[in-house]
């Protein structure tokens, strides 16, 4: 089992920046890869960027890219979502997520991901 916790969700004005982690605890941190995901109100969830579990790959959707950093601090457990320029459309509620990759990392999938954390709620106003 792996427990996944976010915070660093919140308020804040278009343009402007936050700090997104998840802290992770149970089973080996690093030998997951790690996703984040969100789901605004009346939408299906989303893939919005994920990281391999030792740091060297990552991917975002299109429409974060530029504006988006995810990150892992392996010896803290912890994977990081730096979000700049922050549009309203941003809003929703983000969800960290930690992948086994038996056989193949599905980065994008939410459906590939083993454990999930409660989320944290962004909003954006414009």
């Known amino acids: 089992q792996v427990q996944l916790v976010e915070s660093g969700g919140g308020l804040v004005q278009a343009g402007g920046s936050l700090r997104l982690s998840c802290a992770a605890s149970?089973?080996?941190?690093?030998?997951?890869?790690m996703g984040w995901f969100r789901q605004a109100p009346g939408k299906e969830r989303e893939f919005v960027a994920a990281i391999s579990w030792r740091g060297s790959n990552t991917y975002y959707m299109d429409s974060v890219k530029g504006r988006f950093t995810i990150s892992r601090d392996n010896a803290k457990n912890t994977v990081y979502l730096q979000m700049n320029s922050l549009k309203p459309e941003d809003t929703a509620v983000y969800y960290c997520a930690a992948d086994q990759c038996r056989s193949y990392c599905y980065y994008d999938v939410s459906g590939a991901y083993d454990y999930w954390g409660q989320g944290t709620q962004v909003t954006v106003s414009s």
């Open positions: 149970g089973r080996t941190f690093s030998n997951y890869a």
